[in-house]
C-alpha cells in the first residue's frame, strides 16, 4: 500500500513485512531465513514439508534478533482458498528485481477480508486502505467477484463492499455490490463468517476445511471431521483422533478451573488487603 497508493511512509503505520511463495517453495525459504538469524514462531509438531500442516496455517511468523518481524505467507489469506493463492501469483506486478506486488485488485480482495475478522489489535485502518486503493487504481471488478466466488468469501466482501460505499462514498459499480450480493453463500460460509466475528477460530477453522475440501452436504462434514481434527492436532494416525476428542475438553476445562481459582483467590487477597 504505501509502495502503490500512499507513496508516502508517514500516513501508513508499517509494523512487519508479509511475503507471498509458492507452496513447494517454503522448506527452502524456511531453512534459508533460519541461517540468517529469523527464527520462526511455531509449535514444536509443526512440520513445512508436511501439506495437512500447511493446509491447516496460511503463514509463519519470523522475529530476528534485531527485532524486526515478518510474515511469511503461503497463502493470500487466512482462509487458505488454493485458486485464490495462484490467480495472485501469476497476475502480480514486477516491482524490482524477483519482488512483486499483488495487483490493486487482489490486494483489495485481501484488505476487505482481513478488515472484516475480529481482531484484539484494531484493524480499522482497512477502510482507508481500501478507499485509498479504489481511489488511485484501476479495479478490476468482473475479476474481484470471481476471485471472492472462487475462495468461498463473498459474504465478508460484500459487507465491506456495501460499507465502504454507503459510509464513504466509495465508486463501486452497483452491478458488482449486487453481484456479491446475490452471490449463493453456502451455510458453511455463513457460519464461518459468524464465528470469526466472535473469534471462534477453532469452529471456522473447521467450515473451511470442508469449504476447501468441498465437503458441502451434512453427511460429508460429519464423515471427514476425523481427518479435520487428526489434521489440526496435528497426530500420526487416525486412531488418536478419539483420545484427542476425549483431552482437548478436558484440558480445556482445567484451563477455565484453574483462571476461575485464581481470580477467586486474587479477589479474596485484594479483599484481605483492603480490610487491613
Given at each position: ?28 525459504v524456511v531453512a534459508f531465513l533460519q541461517a540468517d538469524g529469523w527464527r520462526p514462531k511455531m509449535p514444536p ?91 488511485h487504481s484501476e479495479i478490476d471488478w468482473e475479476r474481484l ?132
Amino acid at each position: 500500500m504505501i509502495l502503490h497508493s500512499y507513496k508516502d511512509f508517514g500516513v501508513r503505520v508499517l509494523g512487519d513485512v508479509d511475503i507471498l511463495i509458492e507452496r513447494s517453495h517454503i522448506p527452502a525459504v524456511v531453512a534459508f531465513l533460519q541461517a540468517d538469524g529469523w527464527r520462526p514462531k511455531m509449535p514444536p509438531s509443526f512440520d513445512v514439508n508436511n501439506q495437512s500442516h500447511l493446509n491447516r496455517w496460511h503463514a509463519l511468523n519470523f522475529i530476528h534478533a534485531n527485532g524486526l518481524s515478518l510474515d511469511l505467507h503461503w497463502s493470500f489469506i487466512q482462509e487458505n482458498a488454493l485458486p485464490l493463492d495462484q490467480a495472485v501469483l501469476a497476475d502480480a506486478h514486477p516491482l524490482f528485481s524477483n519482488l512483486y506486488l499483488p495487483n490493486p485488485t487482489d490486494l483489495l480482495l485481501q484488505i476487505c477480508i482481513h478488515g472484516m475478522k475480529r481482531s484484539q489489535i484494531s484493524l480499522i485502518r482497512w477502510i482507508a486502505d481500501a478507499a485509498t486503493l479504489i481511489k488511485h487504481s484501476e479495479i478490476d471488478w468482473e475479476r474481484l467477484v470471481e476471485l471472492a466466488k472462487q475462495a468461498h468469501v463473498c459474504m465478508p466482501l460484500s459487507l465491506a463492499m456495501n460499507y465502504l460505499a454507503e459510509q464513504f462514498d466509495a465508486p463501486i459499480p452497483l452491478i458488482s455490490l449486487e453481484q456479491l450480493k446475490t452471490a449463493s453463500a453456502t451455510h458453511l460460509e455463513r457460519i464461518e463468517y459468524w464465528c470469526h466475528a466472535r473469534e471462534y477460530h477453532n469452529l471456522a477453522a473447521w467450515c473451511r476445511f470442508c469449504l476447501n475440501k468441498g465437503y458441502l452436504t451434512p453427511w460429508q462434514q460429519i464423515m471427514h471431521t476425523p481427518n479435520y481434527l487428526q489434521s489440526t492436532a496435528r497426530l500420526k494416525s487416525g486412531w488418536q483422533v478419539p483420545l484427542f476428542v476425549l483431552y482437548w475438553p478436558l484440558k480445556r476445562l482445567i484451563k477455565w478451573w484453574v483462571k476461575l481459582l485464581a481470580n477467586c483467590l486474587q479477589r479474596k487477597d485484594s479483599r484481605g488487603k483492603f480490610s487491613h
